[in-house]
């Protein structure tokens, strides 16, 4: 299918919302890299897949397509100043989460059409165009596949990610911290300057023998493809 036809498909507002919470946060303000203040937005086996770097982490998320929609291909970049608007404007009444956004791609640009009960005047459905910005994005690809095709050689655990924003001011934002893992059962230990940090993993009998398996398997399977 030439990418320049019309291509229309839809995402639940819960779910795209949610891939947005995750990769937003990692956009860079330095503007003199363009990758590196844009989102990676691909479309593609019934899912959009949302990436975002600042050169120190990197987050991609997942968003299952609603039910039924068709299963589009698209991939491009476009500016994470406009997503992180249109987050704001994503409706979040319960009642809302289970709503559709609806989706139109070209091969110039992407169109979100956000569903009503957000504040708008009853009815009104806004539009979001989103130019497609045609960056080089980082491979991040195969460098999920390379870490995860260890399945834990050196040893994983399972953090609560809730606990994570406590560490944001151990040290500063130059300053170098150690992550060391103790075991499978043991803290994970954040060494700093002047500054030491001690996280309990969750306990993997309260998870399932299959809880690494299912949290890798989508990952290396969109890795290889």
Not at 15 to 35: G, K, N, Q, Y
């Amino acid at each position: 299918m030439p990418q320049s036809e019309v291509q229309t498909s839809a995402v639940p507002v819960a779910e795209l919302r949610r891939a947005l919470r995750a990769v937003l946060p990692h956009l860079s303000t330095d503007d003199t890299i363009p990758m590196l203040t844009e989102v990676e937005v691909t479309l593609a086996e019934g899912t959009l897949t949302l990436a975002a770097t600042d050169r120190f982490t990197l987050a991609a998320a997942r968003a299952n397509l609603a039910e039924g929609a068709p299963a589009i291909q698209w991939s491009n970049t476009v500016c994470g100043k406009h997503l992180k608007t249109l987050a704001l404007m994503l409706p979040r009444m319960k009642q809302a989460a289970t709503k559709l956004v609806r989706l139109t791609v070209t091969d110039t640009h992407i169109s979100l059409r956000i569903p009503d009960n957000a504040g708008y005047v009853h009815g009104a459905e806004p539009e979001w165009t989103l130019a497609a910005t045609n960056s080089k994005f980082v491979a991040w690809r195969p460098l999920v596949d390379k870490a995860l095709a260890s399945d834990g050689a050196r040893g994983d655990v399972y953090l609560n990610p809730g606990m994570f924003k406590r560490w944001a001011h151990l040290t500063d934002n130059i300053s170098p911290v150690r992550v060391i893992v103790t075991s499978d059962k043991g803290p994970i230990i954040l060494l700093a300057n002047g500054a030491i940090g001690v996280q309990m993993p969750l306990r993997k009998a309260h998870l399932g023998h299959d809880t690494a398996r299912a949290l890798a398997a989508p990952w290396r399977a969109l890795a290889a493809a």
